[in-house]
């Protein structure tokens, strides 16, 4: 059997590696246009006149600041709403929580729905609907966001001692009781947990989906690459890689706090 799973883990890779043109010569060859590309945006500083410089690189930073802040809220808004859609689906999308088949399967499909579209395309689908704007960005987010967190909550739902909920239901609770008193408090750690990892991607997705007009840094990062604006394409990564880096180390806190890891 695991010969079986061997052959077939080959097969499959064979098939990836033809189909996605991966070619060892031609990666070779790309490697000095990386390195161009790589030098171009990079600001040229001097320390005889470091301070002008990096004022020069960093030259539009007010906007760029504002937009930041903007980029940071879309992913927070997109967040809160992406957690509350996904946290009421969970428990009807568990199968050792809801007895109706017909439930169960609702909403694991529109969760399956909401997390297979990209964003991207729920983005230009928003823009359409409702015009360039933050609005755009938020609803984009909050959708794959709620399925994405519905699958894992869901599994984590999936995962509890049933002992509780079997106890509450054998003392006349009904199903909403028996999910808030016996469910919930297994629960809320990993569902916490999970909720901050997304937060950190969310950030990360609210500076790409600008590039179709939803808000954020994005649009900047495509003015900046369609005009050729090397400098402020540098200036813009680095912005973004401070901020979610910042990110990822506050909720990496949190989240050990919440699951019992204090001191890692």
């Not at 061997?6 to 490697?31: H, K, Q, S």
């Not at 991207?120 to 994405?148: N, Q, S």
């Not at 609210?206 to 808000?215: K, L, Y």
Request: aromatic residues 12%; charged residues 15%; proline residues 4%.
């Amino acid at each position: 059997m695991d010969l079986i799973y061997l052959v077939v883990f080959t097969i499959c890779l064979g098939i990836a590696v033809v189909i996605g043109e991966f070619d060892p010569v031609r990666i070779w060859n790309g490697l000095p246009r990386l390195h161009e590309f790589i030098v171009k945006i990079l600001p040229v500083l001097r320390w005889e006149s470091l301070a002008a410089d990096l004022a020069e690189w960093f030259l539009p930073f007010r906007l760029w600041f504002k937009l930041l802040i903007e980029t940071v809220l879309i992913a927070f808004l997109a967040t809160v709403f992406g957690v509350l859609g996904a946290f009421l689906l969970s428990f009807p999308a568990s199968r050792n929580l809801m007895p109706n088949r017909g439930i169960l399967f609702f909403c694991r499909r529109l969760l399956e729905i909401a997390r297979t579209v990209p964003e991207l395309v729920y983005a230009l689908i928003f823009v359409f609907c409702f015009g360039i704007g933050p609005m755009a960005g938020v609803l984009a987010i909050a959708v794959h966001t709620m399925g994405a967190l519905g699958k894992l909550y869901s599994e984590v739902n999936e995962n509890i001692d049933m002992k509780a909920p079997e106890g509450l239901r054998a003392a006349g609770a009904n199903w909403v009781q028996m999910v808030r008193f016996a469910v919930v408090p297994q629960v809320l750690p990993n569902h916490v947990s999970y909720t901050l990892l997304r937060f950190e991607i969310n950030v990360r997705s609210s500076s790409i989906i600008g590039f179709v007009g939803a808000g954020g840094l994005g649009q900047e990062i495509r003015t900046a690459i369609s005009f050729q604006y090397y400098t402020d394409i540098s200036a813009l990564f680095l912005i973004i890689l401070v901020t979610v880096a910042s990110i990822d180390l506050i909720c990496e806190r949190i989240r050990h706090r919440f699951i019992g890891r204090e001191g890692l």
